[in-house]
C-alpha cells in the first residue's frame, strides 16, 4: 500500500501522506519542543518533539518567484503542485498574475493530490483553517488570488470572464476528494443563510452570491456512496471509519478555533481529525494521500500572540503522532515541514527550565525595563507608554493572547525569509538531505509513490508492474503564521 502523508503547520506538513506546519520556522520549532516539555512538567529542553525523530532533515527554500519573503499560498503551489509560483496565487505557474482572471487559462498546474487520486488513491485535506485557505486550496484550485474565497469576495469582472472561486473549485475541480475536514462553512452556502452553530450572527451567515448550497450539492451528488457531511465534534466521533468512504467536515464558518480556545465538547481537535482521517484513507489497498495542516500555527503569529501559536504547535505534534501510530514507517512516507517562517525569536540568556513564555534575567542595560524572551521583529506587540517602552512587568505576559513586544509596529507580523526544515521518514526520505528548492518535495513524494510524471521507473521493460512501492507518503505542513506561512 502506498500512502502519502503531508501535514501542515504553516509549517508544512505534506505528503500522500503530508503534515504541514504554516509559518512554522525553526525558532517555532525549538520553542514548540520546550513547551511541550513544560507541558508534561519538564524542564523543556532536552524534550523530543516527535518529528525531532525522524531521521532524514532538510532544508527548504521558501521564496516565491516574485518574492525574497513569501507568502502561503505561492509557497503551498510550491510544495505541493512541484513548481514556484508568485506570491497570492494558487495552482497556477509563475505566468499568472496575481488578480489578473485572464492570466489563469493555460498556467494551470496539478497538485500530487491530484496526481494520487489519478493513481486511485484516496486523498484527504485536514485543515485548522479555511478549507480554502491558502494552504488546502494549493492542493485542488487554479486561482490567480487566494482571497477569492466564494463568489462574494471576487471582483465582477473576474466572475464575467469565467474564473471560479475557491470553495466552488473544491468541489468541482477533483469532485471525488475522499476526506475534507476543517473551516470555512460560510463560503459554502448562500448568501444570507443562518449558519447551523451561530443562527444568530451575521457575520457567520452564508456568502455566496450565486445561490448555491454547496454542501448541499455534494450531499446530492454523494448520495449512493457512503457518505456522510458533519459540522460538529460529537457527529465526527461517532461514525465508524469502516462505513464511509466520503467525508466533509466542516467545524466552524471561518477558521477553526485556537486549540486554546477550542470548546472541547463540540470541536473537534486536530489529532481527532486526523485520526478519523487516515482510518478512512487507510482502507484503500493501493494507498492514501493526507495533507494535514495545522495553520492556525500562522495566524498566531500574525497576531503576535505567541502562546496560541506554540500550543497550535504542540497539538500539531500530537497529531504527527497519532499518524505515526496508524501507520507503518515500512510503507508510509511521512514528510513534515513548513511554507515558510515567521519574525518570531526567544533568546536573552534565559536559564534552563526558565518557562518559554518568561521574562529574560536581567533588565535592559538601555531603558533598564524587563523584557520577555520571546520577541518579533515587528507586528501588533509594538507598544509606547509615554514615549517609552511598555514595562511587560505591569501586564499579564504570559496570557493567551499577550501580543509579545515588537521591534517595529505593524497590524500583523509579517513572514520570515529563512530556509525552512523538511523532517522526512519511510521509503525513500533520504532523497530529502540537504538544501533544495521547495517545489522539490512534491516531487520526492511523487517519485517515491510512482505517482504523476514517476509512474514509469516502478514499470518493467515489458510494462508490467516491476517495482512496486510498498509505502504510504504523510506529508505535514507547519504553519506559523503559518509555521513559516
Same mark, same amino acid.
Not at 234 to 255: A, H, I, K, M, R
Not at 398 to 422: C, F, I, M, R, S
Not at 456 to 480: D, K, T
Given at each position: 500500500?502506498?500512502?502519502?502523508?503531508?501535514?501542515?503547520?504553516?509549517?508544512?506538513?505534506?505528503?500522500?501522506?503530508?503534515?504541514?506546519?504554516?509559518?512554522? #520556522?525553526?525558532?517555532?520549532?525549538?520553542?514548540?519542543?520546550?513547551?511541550?516539555?513544560?507541558?508534561?512538567?519538564?524542564?523543556?529542553?532536552?524534550?523530543?518533539?516527535?518529528?525531532?525523530?525522524?531521521?532524514?532533515?532538510?532544508?527548504?527554500?521558501?521564496?516565491?518567484?516574485?518574492?525574497?519573503?513569501?507568502?502561503?499560498?505561492?509557497?503551498?503551489?510550491?510544495?505541493?503542485? #512541484?513548481?514556484?509560483?508568485?506570491?497570492?496565487?494558487?495552482?497556477?505557474?509563475?505566468?499568472?498574475?496575481?488578480?489578473?482572471?485572464?492570466?489563469?487559462?493555460?498556467?494551470?498546474?496539478?497538485?500530487?493530490?491530484?496526481?494520487?487520486?489519478?493513481?486511485?488513491?484516496?486523498?484527504?485535506?485536514?485543515?485548522?483553517?479555511? !478549507?480554502?485557505?491558502?494552504?488546502?486550496?494549493?492542493?485542488?484550485?487554479?486561482?490567480?488570488?487566494?482571497?477569492?474565497?466564494?463568489?462574494?469576495?471576487?471582483?465582477?469582472?473576474?466572475?464575467?470572464?469565467?474564473?471560479?472561486?475557491?470553495?466552488?473549485?473544491?468541489?468541482?475541480?477533483?469532485?471525488?476528494?475522499?476526506?475534507?475536514?476543517?473551516?470555512?462553512?460560510?463560503?459554502?452556502?448562500?448568501?444570507?443563510?443562518?449558519?447551523?452553530?451561530?443562527?444568530?450572527?451575521?457575520?457567520?451567515?452564508?456568502?455566496?452570491?450565486?445561490?448555491?448550497?454547496?454542501?448541499?450539492?455534494?450531499?446530492?451528488?454523494?448520495?449512493?456512496?457512503?457518505?456522510?457531511?458533519?459540522?460538529?465534534?460529537?457527529?465526527?466521533?461517532?461514525?465508524?471509519? $469502516?462505513? !464511509?468512504?466520503?467525508?466533509?467536515?466542516?467545524?466552524?464558518?471561518?477558521?477553526?478555533?485556537?486549540?486554546?480556545?477550542? $470548546?472541547?465538547?463540540?470541536?473537534?481537535?486536530?489529532?481527532?481529525?486526523?485520526?478519523?482521517?487516515?482510518?478512512?484513507?487507510?482502507?484503500?489497498?493501493?494507498?492514501?494521500?493526507?495533507?494535514?495542516?495545522?495553520?492556525?500555527?500562522?495566524?498566531?503569529?500574525?497576531?503576535?500572540?505567541?502562546?496560541?501559536?506554540?500550543?497550535?504547535?504542540?497539538?500539531?505534534?500530537?497529531?504527527?503522532?497519532?499518524?505515526?501510530?496508524?501507520?507503518?514507517?515500512?510503507?508510509?512516507?511521512?514528510?513534515?515541514?513548513?511554507?515558510?517562517?515567521?519574525?518570531?525569536?526567544?533568546?536573552?540568556?534565559?536559564?534552563?527550565?526558565?518557562?518559554?513564555?518568561?521574562?529574560?534575567?536581567?533588565?535592559?542595560?538601555?531603558?533598564?525595563?524587563?523584557?520577555?524572551?520571546?520577541?518579533? #521583529?515587528?507586528?501588533?506587540?509594538?507598544?509606547?507608554?509615554?514615549?517609552?517602552?511598555? $514595562? !511587560?512587568?505591569?501586564?499579564?505576559?504570559?496570557?493567551?493572547?499577550?501580543?509579545?513586544? @515588537?521591534? !517595529?509596529?505593524? $497590524?500583523?507580523?509579517?513572514?520570515?525569509?529563512?530556509?525552512?526544515?523538511?523532517?522526512?521518514?519511510?521509503?525513500?526520505?533520504?532523497?530529502?538531505?540537504?538544501?533544495?528548492?521547495?517545489?522539490?518535495?512534491?516531487?520526492?513524494? @511523487?517519485?517515491?509513490?510512482?505517482?504523476?510524471?514517476?509512474?514509469?521507473?516502478?514499470?518493467?521493460?515489458?510494462?508490467? @508492474?516491476?517495482?512496486?512501492?510498498?509505502?504510504?507518503?504523510?506529508?505535514?505542513?507547519?504553519?506559523?503564521?503559518?509555521?513559516?506561512?
Amino acid at each position: 500500500m502506498t500512502a502519502l502523508l503531508i501535514i501542515c503547520f504553516c509549517l508544512i506538513l505534506g505528503s500522500l501522506g503530508n503534515p504541514q506546519f504554516p509559518g512554522m #520556522g525553526i525558532p517555532t520549532v525549538t520553542a514548540a519542543r520546550i513547551l511541550k516539555g513544560q507541558l508534561n512538567g519538564q524542564s523543556g529542553e532536552e524534550t523530543q518533539l516527535e518529528m525531532d525523530k525522524f531521521p532524514f532533515v532538510s532544508l527548504s527554500k521558501t521564496y516565491n518567484t516574485n518574492a525574497q519573503v513569501p507568502d502561503s499560498a505561492g509557497t503551498a503551489t510550491a510544495y505541493l503542485c #512541484g513548481v514556484k509560483a508568485n506570491e497570492g496565487t494558487l495552482g497556477v505557474s509563475a505566468a499568472a498574475v496575481r488578480s489578473q482572471c485572464n492570466t489563469t487559462q493555460g498556467n494551470e498546474v496539478t497538485s500530487i493530490l491530484k496526481w494520487a487520486k489519478d493513481a486511485g488513491k484516496s486523498v484527504g485535506i485536514v485543515t485548522t483553517t479555511r !478549507v480554502n485557505h491558502a494552504t488546502p486550496s494549493a492542493a485542488y484550485a487554479h486561482c490567480v488570488d487566494r482571497d477569492w474565497y466564494s463568489d462574494n469576495e471576487m471582483p465582477v469582472e473576474a466572475l464575467q470572464a469565467g474564473c471560479k472561486d475557491i470553495a466552488r473549485q473544491l468541489f468541482e475541480n477533483i469532485p471525488n476528494i475522499d476526506v475534507i475536514m476543517g473551516g470555512g462553512r460560510k463560503y459554502m452556502f448562500p448568501k444570507n443563510m443562518s449558519d447551523v452553530e451561530y443562527p444568530n450572527i451575521l457575520k457567520h451567515s452564508g456568502t455566496r452570491k450565486d445561490g448555491r448550497n454547496l454542501v448541499q450539492e455534494w450531499v446530492d451528488r454523494m448520495k449512493d456512496k457512503k457518505n456522510h457531511y458533519v459540522w460538529n465534534k460529537t457527529q465526527l466521533l461517532s461514525l465508524n471509519p $469502516n462505513n !464511509v468512504d466520503y467525508l466533509l467536515g466542516l467545524f466552524e464558518p471561518g477558521d477553526m478555533m485556537y486549540d486554546l480556545e477550542r $470548546n472541547t465538547e463540540s470541536d473537534p481537535s486536530l489529532t481527532e481529525m486526523v485520526d478519523v482521517a487516515i482510518k478512512i484513507l487507510k482502507k484503500n489497498p493501493s494507498g492514501f494521500y493526507l495533507l494535514v495542516e495545522g495553520g492556525r500555527i500562522d495566524h498566531g503569529h500574525h497576531e503576535g500572540k505567541a502562546k496560541q501559536a506554540l500550543h497550535e504547535a504542540v497539538e500539531m505534534d500530537r497529531a504527527i503522532g497519532r499518524a505515526g501510530l496508524l501507520t507503518s514507517d515500512h510503507e508510509t512516507l511521512t514528510i513534515v515541514t513548513a511554507d515558510h517562517s515567521h519574525v518570531f525569536s526567544f533568546g536573552g540568556y534565559t536559564p534552563r527550565g526558565n518557562t518559554i513564555f518568561g521574562l529574560a534575567p536581567m533588565l535592559s542595560d538601555v531603558d533598564q525595563k524587563p523584557f520577555t524572551s520571546i520577541l518579533y #521583529g515587528n507586528g501588533p506587540g509594538y507598544k509606547v507608554i509615554n514615549g517609552a517602552r511598555e $514595562n !511587560v512587568s505591569a501586564v499579564d505576559y504570559k496570557g493567551n493572547n499577550y501580543q509579545a513586544q @515588537a521591534a !517595529v509596529p505593524l $497590524n500583523a507580523e509579517t513572514h520570515g525569509g529563512e530556509d525552512v526544515a523538511v523532517f522526512a521518514k519511510g521509503p525513500l526520505a533520504h532523497l530529502l538531505h540537504g538544501v533544495h528548492e521547495q517545489n522539490y518535495i512534491p516531487h520526492v513524494m @511523487a517519485y517515491a509513490a510512482c505517482i504523476g510524471e514517476y509512474r514509469e521507473h516502478c514499470m518493467s521493460p515489458s510494462g508490467s @508492474a516491476g517495482l512496486r512501492p510498498a509505502f504510504s507518503i504523510v506529508a505535514v505542513i507547519l504553519s506559523a503564521a503559518r509555521l513559516l506561512c
